[in-house]
């Protein structure tokens, strides 16, 4: 890929992803194997004005030897010097730029157990500094290919033209070419997002029902409080970002603990550098009560048992299969893609910023309006050529989605 695109697709992420205001510090959240592109990202985050650059470098070969080797009472302290770090995060509330290329199959073996036992463990220190940041700094997430990625994605190229591929397929995903604005290209996006969001929130609809001939019966009750969200979101600075590059959802967050029936995935769920493929969940009284899976059962078990929130639910997500991801016919292998090619849920932690006035509210009283609170926010994609949702307001149904796109009402 040409540099000078590379470079365009930095300041993207940097001016319209992340919208660093002058003098603020940025966190860069990168892979080791990626420092190129990281040199490209620092600089162009300099010139949009940030204060201070600090890099977070990430690598899945060696994560896999700390899980290896370390004990599962080392692996779950946090160290001071790790608390001082989140500290500062609050004090400076920096932009947060994730810029990701993990191998689907990287993390495949690691021990499971211990992980969930480190992860557990940690989260209790981590939440509060995490809670203190809620809706108070900019953050967003790209992604760049790596070689494994794109050979996954790509099994019948050779290495060097699959990673070509993957990065022209995701170029196209965030709307970058030689010679166009990406930047105004997003902002006419963003106003597409704001006018279907204004059509969805005059109906304040009671509850959701989907089907699809694929086994997926299920109904999931809003908050009366709720919104539904989409695009750029503002902090309570007042500062626009976009925080997921590329997009192509409207979501919001259901009432915690209200919700009824069978969900069948459509895609592969990636989660921890693993694969869970083939699987359905029940749920019951709001709460997932029964799943099934042909390849990776074990891990969605353990991804259930994370904690009291993990196995109910904090998003529903409208995507359209006319939308630019799904027509592209890829299958990615990474969420932040295949997301944006389906209608999708997510389990666990619910968004604040699906409450109306939110930026007013803390997270308790967001919690106690039906937002649910869990330690992990897990994505996985449901929608179907053939799918229904219907809006239901005082028992009136309202057809939102029909044969897998829009209904014409919206």
Same mark, same amino acid.
């Given at each position: 890929?040409?540099?000078?695109v590379?470079?365009?697709?930095a300041?993207?992420?940097?001016?319209?992803?992340a919208?660093?205001?002058?003098?603020?510090?940025v966190?860069?959240?990168?892979n080791?194997?990626?420092y190129?592109?990281?040199?490209?990202?620092?600089e162009?985050?300099y010139?949009?004005?940030a204060?201070?650059v600090?890099?977070?470098?990430?690598?899945?070969?060696?994560t896999?030897?700390?899980?290896?080797?370390?004990?599962?009472?080392?692996?779950?302290?946090?160290h001071k010097?790790?608390?001082e770090?989140?500290k500062?995060?609050?004090?400076?509330l920096?932009?947060?730029?994730y810029i990701?290329?993990d191998?689907?199959?990287?993390?495949?073996?690691?021990?499971?157990?211990?992980?969930?036992?480190?992860?557990?463990?940690?989260?209790?220190?981590?939440k509060?500094?995490?809670d203190a940041?809620?809706?108070?700094?900019?953050w967003?997430?790209?992604a760049?290919?790596?070689v494994q990625?794109?050979?996954?994605?790509f099994?019948?190229l050779?290495?060097k033209a699959?990673?070509?591929?993957?990065?022209?397929?995701?170029?196209?995903?965030v709307?970058?070419t030689?010679?166009?604005?990406?930047?105004?290209?997003?902002?006419?996006?963003?106003?597409?997002?704001?006018?279907?969001c204004d059509?969805?929130?005059?109906y304040?609809?009671?509850?959701?029902?989907?089907?699809?001939v694929?086994?997926?019966?299920?109904k999931?009750?809003?908050?009366?409080?709720?919104h539904w969200c989409?695009?750029?979101?503002?902090?309570?600075q007042?500062v626009?970002?976009?925080p997921n590059?590329?997009t192509?959802?409207?979501?919001?967050s259901?009432?915690q603990?209200?919700?009824?029936g069978?969900?069948v995935?459509t895609?592969?769920?990636?989660?921890?550098?693993?694969?869970i493929e083939?699987?359905?969940?029940?749920?019951?009284n709001?709460?997932?009560?029964?799943?099934k899976?042909?390849?990776?059962?074990?891990l969605?078990?353990?991804m259930?048992? =994370?904690?009291?929130?993990?196995? @109910?639910? &904090? !998003?529903?997500?409208? /995507?359209?299969? #006319?939308?630019?991801i799904?027509?592209?016919?890829?299958?990615?292998?990474e969420?932040?893609?295949?997301?944006?090619?389906?209608c999708?849920?997510?389990?666990?932690?619910g968004?604040?910023?699906?409450?109306?006035g939110?930026?007013e509210?803390?997270?308790?009283?967001?919690i106690?309006?039906?937002?649910n609170?869990?330690?992990?926010?897990?994505?996985?994609?449901?929608?179907?050529e053939? =799918?229904?949702?219907?809006?239901? @307001?005082? &028992? !009136?149904?309202?057809? /939102?989605f029909? #044969?897998?796109?829009?209904?014409?009402?919206?």
């Amino acid at each position: 890929m040409k540099k000078t695109v590379m470079r365009k697709y930095a300041r993207l992420i940097a001016r319209t992803g992340a919208n660093i205001q002058k003098g603020q510090a940025v966190k860069l959240y990168i892979n080791v194997d990626q420092y190129e592109f990281a040199a490209l990202m620092v600089e162009e985050c300099y010139k949009a004005g940030a204060g201070r650059v600090d890099l977070e470098w990430d690598s899945q070969p060696l994560t896999k030897l700390n899980y290896k080797y370390r004990s599962v009472k080392s692996l779950s302290t946090v160290h001071k010097w790790e608390e001082e770090k989140l500290k500062l995060m609050t004090e400076e509330l920096p932009c947060r730029i994730y810029i990701i290329s993990d191998d689907p199959d990287g993390l495949k073996g690691i021990n499971q157990t211990k992980m969930q036992k480190a992860q557990i463990a940690r989260y209790p220190v981590i939440k509060p500094y995490r809670d203190a940041i809620e809706s108070k700094h900019q953050w967003t997430i790209a992604a760049i290919p790596s070689v494994q990625w794109a050979k996954k994605v790509f099994p019948d190229l050779t290495k060097k033209a699959a990673y070509e591929k993957l990065w022209e397929v995701i170029l196209q995903t965030v709307m970058v070419t030689a010679d166009n604005d990406p930047e105004k290209q997003w902002q006419e996006h963003n106003e597409n997002f704001r006018r279907r969001c204004d059509r969805l929130n005059a109906y304040k609809f009671d509850y959701l029902h989907y089907q699809s001939v694929n086994g997926t019966d299920f109904k999931a009750w809003l908050i009366p409080e709720g919104h539904w969200c989409g695009g750029a979101e503002t902090t309570k600075q007042g500062v626009t970002f976009n925080p997921n590059m590329p997009t192509e959802e409207i979501f919001t967050s259901p009432m915690q603990g209200r919700c009824e029936g069978t969900l069948v995935a459509t895609k592969p769920l990636s989660y921890e550098g693993q694969l869970i493929e083939n699987f359905s969940i029940t749920f019951e009284n709001g709460k997932a009560v029964s799943f099934k899976a042909e390849k990776g059962e074990k891990l969605l078990e353990k991804m259930l048992g =994370m904690d009291e929130g993990a196995r @109910k639910l &904090g !998003e529903l997500a409208l /995507i359209a299969c #006319n939308s630019p991801i799904n027509n592209s016919g890829v299958l990615f292998y990474e969420t932040l893609f295949d997301e944006n090619a389906s209608c999708h849920v997510a389990l666990g932690r619910g968004f604040n910023d699906c409450i109306d006035g939110y930026l007013e509210k803390t997270n308790e009283e967001c919690i106690a309006l039906g937002i649910n609170e869990s330690m992990i926010h897990v994505d996985f994609m449901i929608g179907s050529e053939d =799918m229904k949702i219907t809006g239901y @307001k005082n &028992g !009136e149904a309202v057809p /939102i989605f029909e #044969n897998g796109n829009w209904s014409a009402e919206f």
